[in-house]
């Protein structure tokens, strides 16, 4: 306990130290980025250095073999930048293609909310990364390019692959904990209906009211996009066409406005004819009332 005391007694008099400590926590932080940063360009790197290889070892083949004339050895040279392209254009489309399942899945947008707040200076830095590697995108892998605009098409596919696995990394890492407990209840209410809203159990009128809440819960806490919004809608008119799929179908127009028309009514049955019985007694008002003589 004395050296526990002693150890408190001693941060009291040294308190300052917590800023050179911040100071070397920021520094470490830093140097994984930059450690991340330098992984994925040495991998696209190595990308190049492949093409580069197989572009040498033609030449060398072209050395033994007849010498090829210049369109040959340019042609070589177009189909290893082609190559090079395509294996950039899958890595970028997959690093896109990851980012939208964020950006279009509302279920994934309540749960991770960074990723889809430009707010976040990790992901307004992927957010940059992503534009400046769009624009730098070729047209094609045909498009006739330099090999300066490959390197730099090279350089940004790399930037924007780092920039999206941190900000993946953060936001998943934060989660809901940049909102106030208001709030973080407003989402899990959301969270719960969006289960419901696409919930094939539930009934049209559920679905519907559960779709409806959830856009109330998350109005001024998330910006859905409207992607994102359509995607949702599809989603709970799906589950809708499919509820009313299983519902029996009826192409009468009168059963269909009102259930209770299409249930057949009895048919009226006739009051039986009374017949005399022979053997009865005449009624004595009829024995005793005089006829009347149609002429008087």
């Known amino acids: 306990m004395d050296a526990l005391n002693q150890i408190f007694e001693w941060f009291g008099g040294h308190w300052w130290i917590i800023f050179p400590l911040m100071g070397v926590g920021g520094a470490i932080v830093g140097r994984l980025q930059g450690l991340s940063r330098q992984h994925h360009k040495q991998k696209l790197e190595t990308l190049r250095l492949k093409g580069e290889i197989k572009a040498a070892q033609l030449a060398a083949r072209g050395q033994i073999a007849p010498q090829l004339s210049p369109r040959e050895i340019a042609q070589q040279q177009a189909n290893s930048s082609k190559e090079l392209l395509e294996r950039l254009f899958a890595e970028h489309d997959e690093i896109t293609a990851r980012w939208l399942d964020y950006e279009l899945d509302v279920a994934k947008m309540i749960a991770f909310p960074a990723m889809s707040d430009g ?6 830095a992927f957010l940059r990364a992503k534009k400046i590697a769009d624009a730098l995108r070729p047209s094609s892998s045909d498009a006739k390019i330099t090999e300066q605009q490959v390197t730099e098409y090279l350089d940004a596919v790399g930037n924007y692959a780092v920039a999206f696995e941190i900000a993946e990394k953060d936001a998943r890492r934060l989660r809901d904990s940049t909102f106030t407990d208001d709030e973080r209840k407003r989402l899990e209410r959301a969270q719960h209906m969006l289960k419901v809203a696409v919930d094939q159990s539930a009934t049209p009128a559920e679905r519907q009211t559960a779709y409806r809440r959830v856009r109330e ?5 998330i910006d859905l996009s409207d992607a994102a919004v359509e995607n949702l809608e599809k989603k709970v008119a799906l589950q809708l066409e499919q509820g009313r799929a299983q519902e029996p179908v009826t192409t009468d127009p009168i059963a269909a406005a009102d259930p209770l028309a299409s249930v057949p009514m009895p048919e009226p049955v006739a009051d039986p004819i009374p017949v005399r019985d022979p053997l009865a ?4 008002l009829r024995q005793t009332a005089p006829l009347r003589n149609p002429e008087h």
Request: hydrophobic letters at 35%.
């Open 119 to 124: 707010r976040q200076p990790l992901t307004a």
């Open 281 to 284: 007694k005449a009624d004595p």
């Open 217 to 221: 819960e998350l109005d001024g806490l």
